[in-house]
């Protein structure tokens, strides 16, 4: 099939460049990410890949589909930067990547909070300026604290299951309980009460209407004082400007972030002699307790081959049967 992949870096293309050796498509790669503005550059693919900061609105899904593009496949699990009801209205297949490496990502959330709460990030600059000094960098252990896991989905058990054998009493939230780890947690079916309990937060539930800003205005007051936040999810999961006042007042203690709700003009590209207008962003990176990092979460050799077989498998599937396993929408039916 011939296929344009949009959102391209050099590890994208040599993944994709080496699982395509058993796949046989026509690839073409695109570094610019696919919006309204792009949408040009896919006349004549059948196939087109995006990744997690691609804008794939219904104008653009439209457009693609009279160009003769007939599938969509996001390079990730998450897929909420498609829109579906275009895609289903069109005929368009949507297929994602549903569990490229669980701990792949799992294993990066534990890192954040290792950092964050033993300060590493912050020892590692000072002892580069030969400054050994221990002041201000006095942190905390996770055995006998308690966390919570927001979304007990694939990533969200692997949390769990690695966090385990610190110690730690967790509880967990999500409308489905998972048999994998329900004898390492307590289910809580409250969200104001589990985090009302909790001394770390982690957020590992899919961004949708009802998780949009779940971590906002509404929530922070009932957040443990001095609570840590934890988000390898989706940036929207948090209000960011609300977080950042209650962090400055305590409420909130420290903060940890893979991902960012306005991440889309910023991550994953280099802007070190720019600056960036995001006044929210930087004012985020000036406060002590925060570590940012640019949604690196899923970058791993093992998960960046995982994501190009699957992907190109899902176009195979397609040009085979027309049926995707993967499918989010297939040919206009909204799938699981
Ligand atoms: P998953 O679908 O396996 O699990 C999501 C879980 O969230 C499910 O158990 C679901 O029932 C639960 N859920 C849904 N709505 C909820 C709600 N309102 N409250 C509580 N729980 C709810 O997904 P996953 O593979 O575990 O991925 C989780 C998220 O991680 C993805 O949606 C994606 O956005 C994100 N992700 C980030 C990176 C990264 O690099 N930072 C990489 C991969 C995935």
């Keep these: 099939m011939k296929i344009a992949n949009f959102s391209i870096k050099q590890y994208d293309k040599e993944s994709l460049l080496k699982a395509n050796e058993q796949f046989g498509h026509e690839l073409t790669f695109f570094d610019t990410r696919l919006d309204r503005h792009t949408t040009a550059l896919t006349q004549g693919f059948e196939g087109v890949s995006v990744f997690v900061n691609d804008d794939v609105c219904a104008e653009c899904i439209a457009q693609l589909a009279e160009g003769g593009t007939r599938i969509i496949c996001t390079r990730s699990a998450g897929f909420n930067q498609i829109n579906l009801e275009a895609a289903e209205e069109h005929g368009v297949t949507v297929a994602r990547v549903p569990a490229y490496s669980p701990n792949a990502v799992s294993e990066f959330t534990v890192g954040l909070i290792l950092t964050l709460g033993r300060k590493i990030h912050r020892a590692y600059n000072r002892v580069r300026e030969n400054n050994f000094e221990l002041d201000g960098l006095q942190g905390f252990e996770i055995k006998g604290r308690t966390i919570a896991v927001l979304g007990t989905g694939r990533i969200g058990a692997e949390v769990i299951k690695n966090l385990s054998g610190f110690g730690p009493h967790i509880l967990a939230?999500?409308?489905?309980?998972?048999?994998?780890?329900?004898?390492?947690?307590?289910?809580?079916?409250?969200?104001?009460e589990i985090i009302s309990q909790a001394d770390i937060i982690s957020l590992h539930m899919p961004l949708t209407p009802e998780t949009y800003h779940i971590i906002g205005p509404e929530t922070i007051p009932h957040i443990k004082e001095g609570a840590m936040i934890v988000n390898t999810s989706r940036g929207a999961l948090i209000d960011t400007a609300a977080v950042i006042e209650a962090l400055k007042d305590g409420k909130i203690g420290s903060m940890a972030i893979d991902v960012y709700e306005e991440e889309g003009d910023i991550f994953f590209q280099d802007l070190s002699d720019r600056v960036v207008r995001d006044d929210v962003f930087s004012r985020l990176l000036t406060l002590p307790n925060v570590l940012v990092t640019g949604h690196q979460a899923f970058l791993t050799d093992r998960a960046l081959l995982k994501i190009a077989v699957?992907?190109?498998?899902?176009?195979?599937?397609?040009?085979?049967?027309?049926?995707?396993?993967?499918?989010?929408?297939?040919?206009?039916?909204r799938g699981g």
Excluded: M
């Design 173 to 192: 939230y999500d409308p489905y309980r998972n048999p994998e780890i329900e004898d390492l947690v307590e289910y809580i079916d409250d969200v104001q």
């Design 310 to 333: 699957v992907t190109l498998q899902n176009f195979s599937e397609f040009e085979g049967s027309g049926f995707v396993a993967t499918a989010v929408t297939q040919k206009g039916t």
